[in-house]
């Protein structure tokens, strides 16, 4: 069999297993064997990271399959990450990443077409260009399966957070949500967090919410309604004062008719 070849930069591309799924699969494969073909490109493992490392350690049998379909490593990209986004077991921060991926990859593409097209000066090239779409964060958190905001606290994470904190979200230590607060630290204090633990965390992430509750300033009344308002409130202070009358003469009734009796 011809060597396998590990690319870093696709292996990459895919959360390694937690030690307790990784200890499962190899059981499975020693008991059960190799069932499913590893897949390859070029002799490049796209598929299969896993049980090609634990089949080498214990010398399990295994297939492979060539996949000579991709012109390019960017198509191999797009496979890995497509092929991923429709695995239940992926989590909701790694879809968001896997998502946001992809869309940099096909920006690039676009640019790159775009670019070769301006230089040829051909208009029979613009059709595949126009065809394309880097996709909006609506379209990408759809891809992804989460909320718009949850797509733009994964983008804060990505481009904010220090590798610990990052790992931290993928462990399930610390929620996408409280991940993006604690982000907005400085590095020194994000990595004082993630050494606290799980409660540190959450505590960071509470004390950044209320410093900015008490930094926002008051929302300031338009213009235009400041005439309404003080109308409404005039109005409510005459039907204040009305029911200030009212009340004191039927306390004055009721002091009536206890006399009366």
Not at 80 to 102: E, P
Not at 239 to 245: E, H
Request: hydrophobic share 45%; aromatic share 4%; with cysteine.
């Amino acid at each position: 069999m011809p060597p396998i070849t590990i690319n870093p930069l696709l292996q990459s591309y895919i959360d390694p297993l937690s030690a307790s799924e990784y200890a499962a699969l190899e059981r499975s494969l020693q008991a059960e064997g190799c069932r499913d073909a590893l897949v390859l490109w070029n002799g490049v493992l796209i598929d299969g990271h896993n049980r090609y490392a634990i089949c080498s350690k214990h010398k399990i049998a295994f297939a492979t399959l060539e996949n000579a379909s991709f012109e390019a490593i960017e198509d191999v990209m797009l496979w890995i990450i497509d092929n991923h986004l429709a695995r239940r077991s992926v989590s909701d921060f790694q879809r968001g990443v896997l998502a946001l991926r992809k869309k940099d990859i096909v920006c690039a593409r676009i640019a790159q077409q775009t670019v070769s097209n301006l230089n040829s000066a051909s208009a029979s090239n613009l059709a595949p260009v126009a065809a394309q779409s880097a996709g909006t964060r609506e379209e990408i958190a759809q891809l992804a399966r989460l909320s718009n905001n949850t797509m733009l606290q994964i983008e804060k994470i990505q481009k904010a957070a220090t590798p610990q904190l990052v790992a931290a979200v993928r462990s399930g230590t610390i929620s996408i949500n409280a991940a993006a607060t604690v982000a907005s630290l400085p590095e020194a204090q994000q990595l004082a967090a993630v050494a606290g633990g799980k409660k540190q965390l959450q505590l960071a992430a509470r004390e950044v919410r209320e410093q900015k509750a008490r930094t926002r300033a008051p929302k300031e009344v338009p213009p235009e309604q400041d005439g309404d308002l003080l109308a409404e409130i005039a109005v409510l202070q005459k039907s204040n004062a009305a029911l200030k009358v009212e009340n004191a003469a039927l306390e004055q009734r009721i002091a009536a008719l206890i006399d009366a009796t």
